[in-house]
């Protein structure tokens, strides 16, 4: 008996993993070997299609398979092999048999119609593959507008197969029309828009060898203005008798004032409110102007920005702010107004630099010394930063870095010179491929120099807690903290962030998270006082315009400084 059990039990495991295999796998594809490219090609783009097929309700099941032999030539021909033999089996194991033949090759390749055009991409002796001499036409036909600047472009292939040989026979066939320039370019249907601004996007020349690829280039970046909603291009059927092509832009504005809202509820700010008017095109040169109101429980403000493209170059922009706010936090009360001008360059991809100077009169009251004082505070500021997130609300790969310093100058002499600086960052990983699972970190670092922190104004110096630093501490309690309870700030700050985002369904996502860090009395963080962390979990909700943000996050220690065991957060967009 054990020598039946010896025997027959394997057989009876083969034939069970066989049995999981085959329900796995309803077609198997024999004749070829399954280490090959070739077999790859077939799983990926005949087995695996019916696999997954769904059939209309009612219909018989025998039709699933209808049409997998033809697929499979199809499949063949596409790698070079057009003499294939294919058998399909129906029975309890569905069965696709392929014997594919030679494989054929190229023995020449030719151009019709057009000379002194090389052709890239495919040559004699090249397997005969449908991808490898489609490529090679697409570059064909960008060569030979870009070296004849031909208005008209044709372009075909023709293979002639010679079973005999196992061979065809490439011929790419050009029909050309005759050779043409760009000639003048004219706007219609932005009245608002400046014509010389419009210039600014037009990517070619008069004169230029005609490209139809710049026609699209232009229209791209007329589009990516946010002026325009709408590009059409009208050409003439063929150019003048001087091979001349003159174009003309029909465009759509879009609407140039817009009303932004926007609300939040925080359980250490208070339910908070934006509104916002923007106007885009404010002198017809892509010039934007905001006016803002916001606020919460903590802070208010009203607010005018202006900015100014194309600065006195290109790549440069010039912005202009001017706001009027109140704080009233555990740590200071202020009343101030302050006005800055920064100019930010853009250096080479996503990558911009800015220099800035600013005034902000401020009165503030410590609410640690009981102390009021006035400030009038000139500074000056540089920036580098880089930023190539593929969505600013939701971003999912990419990421963002900055770099600012700004020195400060009390011109009443109640604060010392000081220093500013902040370093902070964030990236994404994608965990798998559908970017339904990603990985979020973030790191802020800051440091003030020069004079103690009793000599820096209160809202200057760092400190660290509350929805968009350290969550599950509330506003400014991971910090140094006064007798009296009231957060006194410091002179350096850390903070550092992960979370794990995924989608349960479409429109709804979880969150699971943890945050880190706290400001410091010292110029640089010495973790006098500990290091503070929060946890926590969210939820998502995705709409058109950014999730909806819903954050529950627990303090995990120095509880004794926190106001309550808990922060619960709601607003528009991931927290970074």
């Not at 900015?307 to 009343?335: I, N, V």
């Not at 491929?433 to 790191?443: D, P």
């Amino acid at each position: 008996m054990r020598v039946f059990y010896i025997l027959v039990l394997p057989v009876l495991l083969v034939w069970g993993l066989a049995a999981v295999a085959l329900a796995q796998e309803p077609v198997r594809l024999d004749g070829v070997a399954p280490d090959t490219p070739l077999y790859q090609w077939l799983r990926e783009t005949v087995i695996e299609k019916y696999k997954n097929r769904k059939l209309p309700e009612g219909a018989e099941p025998s039709i699933r398979y209808a049409g997998i032999r033809r697929d499979a030539e199809k499949a063949l021909h596409a790698k070079g092999y057009y003499n294939p033999e294919i058998s399909f089996t129906e029975a309890t194991q569905n069965v696709l048999k392929v014997d594919a033949g030679p494989l054929y090759t190229i023995a020449a390749v030719n151009l019709v119609g057009i000379g002194d055009v090389a052709v890239e991409g495919v040559a004699a002796g090249d397997a005969l593959e449908a991808e490898k001499v489609l490529t090679a036409q697409k570059k064909l036909a960008a060569a030979i507008r870009k070296e004849k600047c031909v208005f008209r472009l044709k372009l075909r292939n023709e293979v002639v197969l010679d079973h005999d040989s196992h061979s065809a026979e490439v011929s790419f066939v050009a029909d050309a029309g005759q050779p043409a320039v760009f000639g003048e370019t004219g706007f219609e249907g932005a009245p608002y828009i400046d014509d010389k601004h419009l210039r600014r996007f037009v990517k070619y020349k008069t004169g230029d060898c005609w490209d139809a690829a710049k026609i699209e280039a232009t229209k791209t970046a007329l589009i990516g203005t946010g002026l325009i909603s709408t590009v059409n291009e009208i050409l003439p059927e063929a150019p003048d008798e001087n091979g001349v092509v003159a174009v003309r832009f029909v465009l759509r504005e879009t609407a140039r004032r817009t009303l932004l809202l926007g609300g939040s509820f925080y359980t250490d700010e208070g339910p908070g409110l934006t509104a916002e008017w923007r106007h885009r095109n404010f002198f017809g040169s892509g010039e934007e102007l905001s006016l803002s109101l916001n606020g919460n429980f903590l802070e208010q403000a009203a607010g005018a920005v202006f900015a100014k493209p194309y600065f006195l170059r290109d790549d440069q922009k010039l912005k202009l702010s001017s706001t009027l706010g109140r704080e009233d936090t555990d740590a200071y009360e202020k009343l101030s107004f302050k006005n800055t001008a920064d100019l930010e360059r853009k250096l080479s991809g996503k990558m911009t630099a800015g220099l800035g100077t600013g005034f902000e009169i401020s009165r503030i009251r410590d609410e640690t010394t009981l102390v009021s004082r006035n400030f009038a505070l000139f500074s000056l500021s540089g920036q580098l930063g880089f930023d190539d997130r593929d969505d600013k609300l939701d971003p999912k790969r990419g990421m963002f870095f900055k770099l600012r310093g700004e020195p400060n100058l009390d011109l009443f002499g109640e604060a010392d010179p000081f220093f500013k600086s902040t370093i902070e960052g964030a990236t994404y990983f994608e965990l798998d491929k559908s970017r339904n699972t990603i990985l979020a970190v973030r790191g802020k670092l800051g440091s003030i120099l020069g004079g103690g922190t009793g000599n820096i104004p209160a809202s200057k110096r760092f400190h660290a807690g509350g929805s968009g630093s350290v969550r599950g501490f509330g506003y400014q309690e991971a910090g140094p903290i006064a007798a009296n309870g009231d957060p006194l700030g410091g002179r350096s700050v850390l903070e550092t962030a992960a979370e794990l985002r995924f989608k349960v369904k479409e429109k709804i996502g979880g969150v699971v998270f943890v945050d880190g860090g706290g400001a410091y009395d010292a110029e640089f963080p010495d973790f006098q006082g500990g290091y503070y962390i929060g946890a926590g979990v969210g939820a998502r909700y995705y709409t058109d315009f950014g999730p909806l943000r819903f954050d529950l996050a627990v303090p995990l220690n120095n509880r004794d400084q926190t106001q309550r065991d808990w922060q619960f957060y709601i607003s528009i967009g991931q927290a970074f």
